[in-house]
């Protein structure tokens, strides 16, 4: 007789990567996401969070969390449609509306929930979500819990989105599904010719906001501003709220219709445990902080431009990125991790990716940068590489 659980015991790719000392993932921090970190009992320089704006443990952050367990306690105890709603919930959606320039929006518990929600409640029997093929892990989820089909079209490729479209049988539902900044490679997606195409061939569009929120337009609501596609051409904005807004969470934002199909149909809403008040709180003043003042901001860009430029000048290639995402190229798995070894030797902490995570022969070591980094960390972070790049023949 067959054992389900067979599969587990042969599967040996993480044990080995471990026997080698080049396992580089579930690292035990032992304090906050700050741009200096302690992992057992060392001290590092944080270079791979997705807490780019460094609201994870800001003080006025702290604060509006400690207000709310005081208020509400701990959690909800049960769903939004039943007992776990609470007027913090209530007006945080009216605030991501506001802020994205939506009739309305609805926040889940963490953003993968969200993808898998709001993509399977919207594709039915017959309709045809064509994404793109480096979008996130949860929106392909969300399809394959859907009864619709999914095409799938080269990374940024417009001439490819077309050819796909164009072969969707003209009467069927048709969604576009794109990240607004893919998360790998640092890249923005060519919105403005998505949304011509969209209207060409009649396709509505999601962009996943996720690490654009914050980030991108001259006041941070994301991929739509910086375009100037906010007047509804865009039909849905989705995001998660564990990078700039420094907890956890999910959003969708878009007309009041829409909205209200979604917080009676989408599963992963329905079904789960509300957000607990303690992260709603912080999500609101996250926005605040983010809407009242750019500073933090300019100073993510102003680091992570000397950072590119330092790597850029030391011959690694860094990819297409326009954002904080900085992907050093790498090459195979095998340099990757070694990479990453020397780097953590060094005391950086970043985070390796490798295929099948990104395509075969192009493993990257992934950097970010917080606002609140200093300009020594981040030269210290350039000598770094330079010294590990050498050593192991990478660069000159």
């Not at 859907?146 to 989105?161: C, P, Q, T």
């Not at 709180?281 to 003042?293: G, V």
């Not at 340099?335 to 950086?348: H, P, S, T």
């Amino acid at each position: 007789m067959a054992d389900i659980l067979e599969k587990c015991r042969n599967w040996k790719d993480a044990k080995m990567a471990m026997r080698m000392g080049i396992y580089g993932y579930f690292q035990p921090i032992e304090s906050a996401q700050a741009p200096e970190v302690m992992l057992n009992g060392k001290r590092f320089i944080m270079a791979g969070s997705n807490n780019y704006l460094g609201l994870a443990n800001d003080p006025e952050m702290k604060k509006a969390a400690k207000e709310a367990v005081e208020k509400f306690g701990t959690g909800c105890a049960g769903s939004r449609l039943l007992n776990g709603n609470t007027i913090y919930h209530d007006r945080l959606e009216e605030q991501i509306a506001r802020f994205k320039r939506k009739e309305a929006a609805l926040i889940f518990a963490a953003g993968y929930q969200m993808n898998l929600g709001v993509v399977s409640a919207l594709l039915k029997k017959g309709d045809y979500a064509i994404v793109d093929k480096l979008d996130h892990a949860s929106i392909l989820d969300g399809v394959k819990l859907s009864e619709g089909e999914m095409v799938r079209f080269k990374h940024n490729d417009m001439a490819d989105l077309e050819r796909v479209l164009a072969k969707i049988p003209e009467e069927a539902g048709k969604l576009i599904v794109v990240d607004g900044v893919f998360s790998m490679e640092g890249d923005i997606c060519p919105l403005p010719e998505i949304v011509k195409l969209a209207n060409k061939y009649g396709a509505k569009i999601i962009v996943d906001d996720a690490h654009a929120t914050g980030i991108l337009g001259k006041t941070g609501r994301g991929t739509c501003e910086h375009f100037g596609l906010e007047n509804g051409e865009v039909d849905l904005v989705v995001g998660t709220c564990s990078k700039t807004f420094g907890t956890v969470g999910g959003f969708v934002a878009g007309d009041a219709d829409i909205i209200h199909y979604l917080r009676h149909n989408a599963r992963s809403q329905i079904f789960s445990a509300a957000l607990p008040p303690v992260c709603v709180a912080s999500i609101s003043k996250a926005l605040d902080l983010i809407e009242n003042d750019t500073s933090r901001r300019d100073s993510l860009f102003a680091k992570t431009e000397k950072l590119k430029k330092g790597l850029s000048e030391l011959g690694f290639n860094l990819g297409e990125s326009e954002t904080p995402i900085l992907p050093v190229i790498i090459g195979s798995n095998e340099n990757c991790f070694k990479m990453w070894k020397a780097l953590n030797e060094m005391g950086i902490f970043v985070n390796p990716v490798v295929s099948p995570a990104v395509p075969p022969g192009r493993a990257l070591i992934r950097v970010t940068l917080m606002a609140t980094h200093t300009d020594e960390q981040v030269d210290k972070i350039i000598a770094s590489f330079a010294a590990a790049g050498k050593a192991l023949g990478l660069i000159k």
